[in-house]
């Protein structure tokens, strides 16, 4: 168990160092930072001198080391634009984004699992028809034109659901604000939620359909049935279990993946949250802010990863975590 | 009266563009406790033949015509409940491979347990007493432990004794089983073979052994069916069939018989192959194949006619011992 555990922090380590130093590239290259932190009427001489000082002159390593130094430390530059640290204006904004992914995650794992199966038990049925084929619809439209659209319907159209915001928020803790301890709360955030469920569940539907489409024509099923087995014990004990060990695995890369989906369901929402907060960053040249979210989203999908095998090995027998080594 | 009694049972794929016939009107009985064997080439029908008397098939096969009496029940008119009772139950199979057949992500007491709560009335700590003792009844070490085990934990000699325990955890009267040495290691099949043969006799279960090995049905069987192209060509006592094979189809699978060649020879096989359900022959199926074939063969199929102490189908067999027997008059 430790040595795996150890094997996947040292994975995990690496890939957090390839991320630092991309984003710390990007730095260099998103325009001059003096610009945004000085005025026009400061001349040449100075520009230098405070370029000297804040060691913009220095080699490409020796400022890529003390970056990293000070992002060990919790230090990830200071937001020009906030004139806080990086972080923490991230952090302010990431409860946002969570809610969003866990409400979306929510919609997904709920429908996804009885979509599937059910699409894959009776795959002539005309409700699975209809499944399938909104499920195509659902994967090809952008997510962005989804939300609009869903905007329109149901905040302009028929007036049921808020357009945009997080609505009434509770505090919970720090500097986390809930959306789920009021009806208001809950009202804001159901159409961003399927929004960015939009193009994960069809897939999820599809991927568990094909799953155990494959799992229901095994000889093991063949050999339940033998026994006499009941068919929904077959369905959800026998075949479902096999069909969800490759779910995960997909589905936890899927989950990271939405973080980044996130950008354009929080803009298109107003959802203030730090997909939402980048893309202003972006607008403003921000670079330390950006360089921090690249950061934090790159750690988000690394732990996620990181759970997500943890998660395989529990529910997989032929994968022993405990007796696994190097 | 017999325990199993198939007429005519005729099954159908129906492919994309047309219906092939895999079983033709077969017919045959078991009495209980007997045990028969059915052997053939690959693509004979042996395994249809096995999956058909649970009325498992899976698409796109089904049963076309014909009764599958089991117990003075038809099988093919049975509803779900009563085929669920059936299977497992009643009757018991015993798959080919035994590294695919177990659940991978169950464990062995799981896959147990659940069968027998399926039939019957039980606690779970009732059934884990009666699966314990068929895992002794098989000769499974320690097996409360192997209970809590994962199938991949267990070699396939190990495995294929589980299930041969899962068969009999309901003491069916008939156990069908699909070459269920197939995948095993040489040496390990003996002893398969042997605790089938053991358990089988001990507690008076009907055996229906598919294989194409002829070595193991004259060891296991008191009957014997020789299949080709979806049909019965032979059938008769085994001792009968081994010894005096009358159809030019039998006598070529046992000439093949390694024993049957002197070392350095070549083995003497059937020349040809089985041929593809789209494409049977007309009149007798094996004819392309047969050094005896006529005109007559290639237009009709033969009837199964009593022929001494067998029923065989081909229409030569007379003039074929005849012939035989004037060589060795001539001799």
Request: proline share 5%; glycine share 8%; hydrophobic share 45%.
């Amino acid at each position: 168990m430790f040595a795996y555990l150890a094997k996947r922090v040292i994975q995990a380590v690496a890939v957090m160092f390839v991320i630092s130093l991309i984003a710390f590239a990007i730095q260099g290259n998103l325009g001059d930072p003096l610009r945004e932190l000085v005025g026009q009427s400061v001349s040449e001489e100075v520009r230098q001198q405070l370029r000297d000082e804040m060691g913009l002159n220095d080699s490409f390593v020796t400022q890529y080391l003390r970056f990293a130094g000070n992002a060990l430390q919790g230090d990830l530059g200071t937001s020009y634009f906030f004139k806080e640290p990086a972080l923490d204006v991230i952090l302010k904004k990431l409860p946002a984004t969570l809610e969003l992914v866990f409400g979306a995650t929510l919609i997904i794992v709920g429908l996804s699992v009885p979509l599937g199966v059910y699409t894959a038990i009776k795959p002539d049925s005309i409700l699975s028809r209809i499944i399938m084929g909104l499920s195509i619809v659902g994967i090809s439209i952008p997510v962005f034109l989804t939300a609009i659209l869903m905007i329109f319907v149901f905040s302009v159209e028929y007036g049921w659901l808020p357009s945009y915001g997080r609505g009434e928020t509770v505090q919970v803790w720090g500097y986390w604000q809930t959306n789920f301890a009021t009806a208001d709360g809950w009202l804001h955030i159901i159409l961003p939620s399927i929004a960015l469920a939009s193009i994960m569940l069809p897939l999820f539907v599809r991927l568990i359909r094909a799953e155990m489409m494959e799992v229901l024509q095994s000889e093991y099923v063949k050999y339940a049935k033998a026994k006499g087995i009941n068919p929904w014990r077959i369905y959800f004990v026998h075949a479902l279990k096999n069909t969800l060990l490759p779910v995960i695995t997909v589905g936890g890369v899927q989950i990271g993946t939405m973080v980044a989906y996130t950008i354009l369901t929080e803009t298109v929402f107003q959802w203030p949250g730090m997909g939402f907060m980048f893309l202003e960053a972006v607008n403003r040249v921000d670079t330390p802010l950006i360089v921090a979210y690249l950061i934090v989203v790159g750690f988000i999908f690394v732990v996620t990863n990181t759970i997500v095998d943890l998660i395989y090995g529990l529910v997989n027998p032929t994968v022993n975590i405990a007796r696994m080594g190097a | 009266m017999s325990l199993l009694s198939v007429r005519d049972l005729t099954v159908k794929f129906a492919m994309r563009d047309q219906t092939v016939t895999a079983l033709n009107g077969i017919s045959f009985d078991l009495a209980k406790g007997e045990r028969l064997g059915i052997v053939g080439e690959s693509g004979a029908g042996k395994s249809i033949t096995g999956f058909s008397l649970m009325n498992l098939l899976s698409r796109p096969g089904y049963i076309d015509s014909g009764k599958i009496l089991f117990d003075g029940e038809d099988v093919v008119q049975m509803n779900n409940k009563k085929l669920r009772n059936l299977r497992g139950n009643r009757m018991a199979m015993i798959f080919q491979d035994p590294m695919v057949t177990l659940n991978p992500v169950l464990t062995i007491g799981q896959q147990m347990i659940e069968t027998l709560m399926a039939h019957r009335k039980l606690s779970r700590e009732e059934a884990r007493q009666i699966a314990i003792v068929k895992l002794r009844e098989v000769y499974i070490p320690s097996p409360e432990e192997r209970l809590e085990q994962y199938p991949h934990e267990l070699s396939g000699g190990m495995r294929q004794r589980i299930i041969i325990a899962i068969a009999l955890l309901l003491d069916p009267q008939l156990i069908i089983a699909d070459e269920p040495t197939t995948a095993l290691d040489v040496t390990i099949q003996a002893d398969i073979m042997e605790l089938m043969l053991e358990l089988c006799q001990s507690n008076q279960v009907g055996l229906i052994l598919i294989t194409h090995d002829l070595g193991v049905v004259s060891q296991m069987t008191e009957r014997t069916l020789v299949m080709y192209a979806g049909r019965i060509i032979e059938s008769g006592r085994t001792r009968e069939i081994i010894n005096d094979p009358q159809h030019p189809y039998t006598q070529g699978l046992i000439n093949a018989l390694p024993q049957q060649t002197l070392p350095g020879q070549r083995l003497k096989q059937i020349p040809g192959n089985m041929p593809g359900l789209v494409s049977i022959p007309a009149g007798c199926a094996f004819n392309p194949r047969c050094k005896y074939a006529t005109d007559f063969c290639r237009s009709r199929v033969p009837e199964t006619e009593h022929y001494g102490k067998v029923e065989v189908a081909c229409h030569e067999v007379q003039r074929l011992n005849s012939d035989e027997d004037r060589q060795e008059a001539q001799a």
